[in-house]
């Protein structure tokens, strides 16, 4: 009884040894969209070279990154730094909500409740909660939404302490 339990055991965990062989690769044995640049020669797998030279790619990218915002060359982003950094990233996408409010809202500038209802990430949303979402949106609520109402929830998207939404 005591060997047949030792083999059954050692059967099973078999497969988990042969599993540390194994190449890495999501549960669907295909390589993650941004790793398969570097599969050069198409198996699907990453070898050690290939490896390598993702590895390389991804400390490149580190020092452009530390590069851009280390003003002051020292190698370190420093708390200065990072808030530069913080207020330039705050107003790309400032710039980029109101692009796409000015894409959405037409030419009389303010926002309607049918042109919020054709915003792509809405279609999954029944007709009462895209109301509800305009109108949470809509701070006067005089039924449309201006860019600074559209811009002010944005910013101030999370309920602010002792309130509930």
């Not at 109101?98 to 409010?101: C, G, T």
């Given at each position: 009884m005591k060997n047949t339990l030792m083999l059954a055991l050692l059967v099973a965990g078999f497969p988990v040894l042969n599993a540390q062989d194994a190449p890495k690769t999501f549960?669907?044995?295909?390589?993650?969209?941004?790793?398969?640049q570097y599969d050069v020669d198409g198996n699907g797998v990453l070898d050690e070279e290939e490896r390598q030279a993702a590895k390389a790619d991804r400390e490149a990218k580190r020092a452009d990154h530390l590069a851009r915002f280390d003003t002051n060359g020292d190698g370190v982003i420093d708390e200065a730094e990072r808030e530069a950094a913080k207020a330039a990233l705050a107003e790309r996408i400032r710039k980029a909500r109101?692009?796409?409010?000015n894409a959405l809202a037409g030419e009389d500038g303010v926002l309607s409740l049918e042109e919020f209802s054709t915003i792509p990430a809405l279609a999954t949303?029944?007709?009462?909660?895209?109301?509800?979402?305009?109108?949470?949106?809509?701070?006067?609520?005089?039924?449309?939404?201006?860019?600074?109402?559209?811009?002010?929830?944005?910013t101030r998207h999370r309920p602010s302490p002792g309130t509930t939404n």
């Open positions: 549960s669907d044995g295909t390589l993650p969209e941004a790793l398969r109101i692009a796409r409010f949303k029944t007709a009462e909660q895209i109301a509800a979402m305009f109108g949470h949106l809509d701070g006067n609520k005089d039924g449309s939404v201006s860019l600074e109402e559209f811009l002010a929830r944005l």
